[in-house]
């Protein structure tokens, strides 16, 4: 089970660090991907991150805004939103999947409910 948390109500240019966190079983054989779903959009993915290794990506339409981190000993991946936009508001959800994120595909092992962010002054 996976369970997102530390999605809110925030302001254009603000911060916010969303939690992943495994619930159940070691995630260590997996990768965390997130994904955002805004209202009336197609869900995408904006990065992922490997729990057993260095490997990480983030997508080229938020980088340099969003970056990922991991806590193996809290069962646990981060994503760090900075200099929040109007167009980041959306549901963010993490997926887990074996080894790593298949490239372009919301075809993923199991899934969190979901996390609202809503970017707004």
């Known amino acids: 089970q996976l369970v997102e948390s530390g999605g809110g109500l925030v302001q254009p240019g603000g911060s916010l660090r969303l939690s992943c966190q495994g619930f159940g079983s070691s995630l260590y054989f997996y990768a965390l991907g997130w994904f955002r779903q805004a209202p009336g959009k197609e869900r995408g993915r904006v990065s992922c991150?490997?729990?057993?290794?260095?490997?990480?990506d983030v997508a080229d339409s938020v980088k340099g805004r969003f970056t990922v981190s991991k806590d193996n000993a809290k069962n646990t991946a981060y994503l760090h939103i900075n200099r929040l936009k109007s167009e980041d508001t959306a549901n963010y959800y993490c997926?887990?999947?074996?080894?790593?994120?298949?490239?372009?595909?919301?075809?993923?092992?199991?899934w969190g409910k979901g996390t609202p962010v809503t970017v707004s002054s």
């Open positions: 997926a887990a999947e074996r080894d790593y994120c298949p490239p372009d595909s919301l075809d993923m092992e199991f």
């Open positions: 991150i490997s729990m057993h290794d260095d490997k990480s």
